[in-house]
């Protein structure tokens, strides 16, 4: 029997529906897989002694990740006004927490979706459950590499947590769950409200301030000062961990920008990734020209950092910028995060053993910034329901520069007070730093019973363990 | 010319077909993946003076799998009946040896589809071949970690073409080929007969009692037992491998579970990714809690084998369970897989080197029982052959235990045999072990001919042979 | 309101361009990854003092492959006649420059889309942009290894622009740009022209006669012929790295194969896939087997080469063989690619670390040679706008082979001078080889500024700089 057109439109419907939801789940995996990434550069760029607690915490906090936002952060963050509308989610979800201020309402959280109940575990749902949760994964797995070699276990489990279920879901929904953030254009007409395509304010931002407060309260690893308070180098112990683990984020990446349209029909997907490359290129490239300038060498933990950086700051702008728009945003952050981790290491003597406080937090920053600013009005009609595309101040609309603004010191203004009282109250309960005696040591054995590298190599017969008894 | 109603009905099952075939070519992709997974996991778990033998081993087991599996496994699995109908593939592959018992037909293997003729090398059957391999090949690496460190490589190549040509494809043809064990519902009643979605029993249970079985015939390494039996640890010999190692299994086992829907256009592939991914976070954090307890320390080993042990548990009821079942499952499995491994290496007095029999068996055999207790008879609508969807038993069809528990009985009576016969006979006909010297100092140059990790390293001027003669 | 049918008509169009563009992205993602890959071969198979810098250079080539491209490469590779036409791009790309020899037109180069002014900066072209942007970068990526160890950092940044602007984007407009070669069916009758379906000679040849053009003109390494001439061995220093790499090869190919259908709406992908997949099996095994008889040991590191070079031949070829014909084009290149590299080293005396001569080049010919043997006529209808499906001289079309053979000739007339005279150019400028002195260190300290390996390890406190001051 030949289909009625009826028929054929519901088909259609149903194949577009599928397409959007293989693209989202594709995407998702590329995002997870990106912790491997996290893993390696943070191990590879601190030392020995220390892999096996490095890799424990950049391993570990991908189960609490999930756990955490099973039981509270997606709820929190989704299960409020309008993010559901996406990839056909029904609304059955929405339930929110507003408040009324100046006549406005401010939407800060949600409250529907704990633990995926069966009535709600859709396909749609469950794709944007993993797609949400892979980048809140992202973003727990950024401070890991700031409080490295001298953070204590049970303390970043702990931690860890609190990023999971409340840090992160609360800003995510002020962006991504139609909370008030997302709001500023419709009920200020500030653009088309604080605009952040992939995360570099709800992922990178708040991580990288995540980074600042915990290398702050935890102070510098030992040696990392000297009497004269200056910076010693602490040097990475393994490149071919740092470089590898740099090209698994980029891979990775196209899947946290690109997938970010959750849409497989929406073509746009495709000058996102696009500009994504370009930036990530630039990135490196400032970094490489900046590095031989200041330094006179192209340390490659510089070209490493310096792609992430590009890769962070077009996070943001990725969809809604030209070419030379996204050349330009990477170029800087290239430069920028050298600038920003040399003046966080001699100026604010800081220790952030990876530099993940000038990676994530300053370039995510620069990433809102020139959304604000280069946004060139191709895209983006109607989000966050305002009519027309995204148009950064170049294009004329200081409005969107306004809300960009307002949507950084908005992350700052939240994360870091709930960051360092979250880290107080843990370090009463179980202590926040290891021992001096253990730090020096290195955390294998002390911190998770094993050490990174044993075996004392090829040519001796082996680790004195195999041998007969 | 506008398109007739036709035309288009054509051209929308087209795009079907190829949505769906673009979904199981991208997880065949990560599930191929999976291979550089086991590789560092398994050399990572064991000692640096037999990196290039065990990494040897994992990458050449992708080579033998793919040529055993295109000359006879493919055939023997899958040139039966039904199994076509996926993917639009039509059933002129089918011709199968079915034997008749109890008045009931039992389909044993297949007899058609052998070396991939040009009359069947259609894109439907070409992808299931795809897929089917890799799936195959997973089982066929499961084996070497079991073995390792003491496993001469040419004993270790004919065994993998065995389990290639004939272990595998002749249970994978009772469970997805339309063989006697997907035909118990059909022929017996028991629910939807041993329903595994992708492969707690066929990849993991097949893979885990080889390694049983390997363990025992191949003994322990030396030194593994001192004079008074008890069992010496033998260290892992680095971590960041054995850490990369699992992001890249979890990454790729997404291919794994949520392709198995074998459609781009059936949506419950993200509800099987999001279980896929809960079970892997609770296996991890039940290892975490259990190690903790028993050890006093979170060794990242255990956390690894956990996440594992979870995705291994998950992988057969991925599709059919709600999420709270999906977290049970997973974090029983990271309990479970601890008291496993401690049990085979305590009371059994086995030498499993990467835990591979706790991990793929114990947790395989794991996975089909959770099938049989918590389908919840949201999915499954048809399949082979019953009407309505798969529940276990806490909903009421205690049939669905009943054939699970009977395809892990038939696994164990089929996998074990054969795969000791087979390994009998390959150690008359070559030798099994490597000798006592060359084991003690690493199977490297002995069997591989290079050493894993050359060179003095840097500072030293490099590796002797480089230096001017 | 109901749709009509010429409605439905047109969603459905864009449904199918959408999942071509997803297609083709998700296969750009993939090919990107193998960036990785190469890095860890070529680290791991060369020395550990030369990791920073071999990791540096791997790492780099990426960002200089992606700047060059941009502003110069893309425009000269695809801004010509009909290349667009694939994924629904529009003709406005299209100027090229001709010269008329013969009576013919000779496309040489394109002269639009130079970097992507807003205007074309469609989500078509942002795919076709990204796809080449990838295969490109891949290219520069091979002469890295055979200069490794040896190359001034400078030098080298400077020669893979020249890749990336010209070398590659010029050979690649005659094949894929509508160029000369791919005229020589439509032009004179020989078959459908040179056909290369994925970049046996566009990238792999390129590639490998690079390699082989700078090992004779950067000389060999210190020590590497003794003062009799005769090689001496200088073995690799990572096993694990060389093994994890080419498993990320092996997978990021199949983006590179399958995704040059360019459309996921073609199934013959699936078919590619497998080619590719029985390919690269065969190549491993016919290394293993030769190098057993040749050796008496299955170096892995031959396994590995044997792969790629299975990988590298059925490159061309995988759309349009049959499975028997991919099954023995890897064999093949499994035996070649060892006799290959034993000619290089030992009869022309030149010194390639990682065997980029052998595998790419001498593989890669033989790929485009056994295309136009064993094409056998199923695919390629109307493939540079000649008629039928593509089929060799073993099909009966010695044209096609002839096509062949002017496409490998044409390669190396273009890309050996060029490139040694770029690299004679940038040796007057900035000198290609580091120091005796700095060589004998390694390259790490006196090119790169750091060490690839540091840190005294576990136990010892750590690497010096960070003990208390």
């Given at each position: 029997?030949?289909?009625?057109?009826?028929?054929?439109?519901?088909?259609?419907?149903?194949?577009?529906?599928?397409?959007?939801?293989?693209?989202?789940?594709?995407?998702?995996?590329?995002?997870?897989?990106?912790?491997?990434?996290?893993?390696?550069?943070?191990?590879?760029?601190?030392?020995?002694?220390?892999?096996?607690?490095?890799?424990?915490?950049?391993?570990?906090?991908?189960?609490?990740?999930?756990?955490?936002?099973?039981?509270?952060?997606?709820?929190?963050?989704?299960?409020?006004?309008?993010?559901?509308?996406?990839?056909?989610?029904?609304?059955?979800?929405?339930?929110e927490?507003?408040?009324?201020?100046?006549?406005?309402?401010?939407?800060?959280?949600?409250?529907?979706?704990?633990?995926?109940p069966?009535?709600?575990?859709?396909?749609?749902?469950?794709?944007?459950?993993?797609?949400?949760?892979?980048?809140?994964?992202?973003?727990?797995?950024?401070p890991?590499?700031?409080?490295?070699?001298?953070?204590?276990?049970?303390?970043?489990?702990?931690?860890?947590?609190?990023?999971?279920?409340?840090?992160?879901?609360?800003?995510?929904?002020?962006?991504?769950?139609?909370?008030?953030?997302?709001?500023?254009?419709?009920?200020?007409?500030?653009?088309?409200?604080?605009?952040?395509?992939?995360?570099?304010?709800?992922?990178?931002?708040?991580?990288?301030?995540?980074?600042?407060?915990?290398?702050?309260?935890?102070?510098?690893?030992?040696?990392?000062?000297?009497?004269?308070?200056?910076?010693?180098?602490?040097?990475?112990?393994?490149?071919?961990?740092?470089?590898?683990?740099?090209?698994?984020?980029?891979?990775?990446?196209?899947?946290?920008?690109?997938?970010?349209?959750?849409?497989?029909?929406d073509?746009?997907?495709?000058?996102?990734?696009v500009?994504?490359?370009?930036?990530?290129?630039?990135?490196?490239?400032?970094?490489?020209?900046?590095?031989?300038?200041?330094f006179?060498?192209?340390?490659?933990?510089?070209?490493?950092?310096?792609m992430?950086?590009?890769?962070?700051?077009?996070?943001?702008?990725?969809?809604?910028?030209?070419?030379?728009?996204?050349?330009?945003?990477?170029?800087?952050?290239?430069?920028?995060?050298?600038?920003?981790?040399?003046?966080?290491?001699?100026?604010?003597?800081?220790?952030?053993?990876?530099?993940?406080?000038?990676?994530?937090?300053?370039?995510?920053?620069?990433?809102?910034?020139?959304t604000?600013?280069?946004?060139?009005?191709?895209?983006?009609?109607?989000l966050?329901?305002?009519?027309?595309?995204?148009?950064?101040?170049?294009?004329?609309?200081?409005?969107?520069?306004?809300?960009?603004?307002?949507?950084?010191?908005?992350?700052?203004?939240?994360v870091?007070?709930?960051?360092?009282?979250?880290?107080?109250?843990?370090?009463?309960?179980?202590?926040?730093r290891?021992?001096?005696?253990?730090?020096?040591?290195?955390?294998?054995?002390?911190?998770?019973?094993?050490?990174?590298?044993?075996?004392?190599?090829?040519?001796?017969?082996?680790?004195?363990?195999?041998?007969?008894?």
């Amino acid at each position: 029997m030949e289909p009625t057109v009826a028929d054929l439109a519901k088909s259609l419907a149903d194949t577009q529906s599928a397409l959007n939801l293989v693209w989202v789940m594709v995407a998702a995996f590329l995002v997870m897989f990106m912790q491997a990434g996290f893993a390696l550069v943070e191990t590879g760029l601190t030392r020995a002694k220390n892999v096996a607690h490095t890799m424990g915490m950049n391993f570990f906090v991908y189960a609490i990740g999930i756990i955490g936002f099973y039981f509270v952060g997606f709820g929190l963050q989704m299960g409020g006004v309008g993010a559901l509308a996406t990839l056909g989610g029904d609304a059955s979800l929405n339930h929110e927490f507003v408040i009324n201020l100046f006549g406005k309402d401010f939407g800060l959280f949600g409250l529907k979706g704990f633990m995926l109940p069966l009535s709600m575990y859709t396909p749609a749902i469950a794709a944007i459950f993993m797609f949400q949760m892979v980048f809140m994964d992202t973003t727990c797995t950024i401070p890991t590499g700031a409080a490295a070699e001298r953070w204590k276990f049970s303390s970043f489990v702990l931690f860890s947590f609190v990023i999971a279920t409340v840090i992160y879901p609360i800003y995510a929904n002020w962006v991504w769950g139609g909370g008030w953030l997302a709001a500023l254009g419709a009920n200020f007409g500030l653009g088309h409200g604080h605009v952040d395509f992939a995360g570099s304010s709800v992922v990178h931002l708040t991580g990288g301030v995540m980074a600042l407060v915990l290398a702050k309260m935890i102070g510098p690893r030992i040696g990392k000062f000297g009497k004269d308070g200056k910076p010693r180098p602490i040097p990475a112990h393994n490149i071919a961990q740092v470089m590898t683990g740099t090209f698994i984020l980029a891979f990775g990446w196209f899947g946290f920008n690109a997938g970010s349209t959750l849409a497989g029909m929406d073509g746009q997907l495709a000058i996102v990734a696009v500009n994504t490359m370009l930036a990530s290129a630039t990135g490196a490239f400032g970094a490489y020209v900046f590095a031989k300038y200041k330094f006179g060498k192209p340390d490659p933990t510089w070209l490493a950092n310096g792609m992430l950086a590009g890769l962070v700051a077009i996070t943001a702008p990725c969809a809604f910028v030209s070419s030379w728009a996204a050349m330009l945003i990477g170029l800087v952050s290239g430069v920028l995060v050298i600038v920003a981790a040399l003046f966080i290491e001699r100026v604010l003597k800081l220790d952030d053993p990876v530099g993940a406080s000038a990676v994530h937090g300053v370039n995510g920053a620069w990433g809102i910034l020139a959304t604000g600013i280069f946004a060139n009005g191709t895209y983006g009609q109607g989000l966050n329901g305002v009519a027309g595309g995204v148009r950064g101040a170049l294009y004329g609309d200081w409005g969107q520069l306004g809300a960009s603004i307002i949507g950084i010191l908005a992350n700052i203004a939240w994360v870091a007070p709930v960051a360092a009282l979250a880290f107080f109250i843990i370090g009463k309960l179980v202590g926040n730093r290891a021992s001096a005696e253990d730090e020096v040591n290195g955390l294998d054995i002390s911190e998770m019973g094993i050490l990174g590298y044993d075996d004392a190599g090829p040519g001796t017969g082996g680790a004195k363990p195999s041998l007969p008894a």
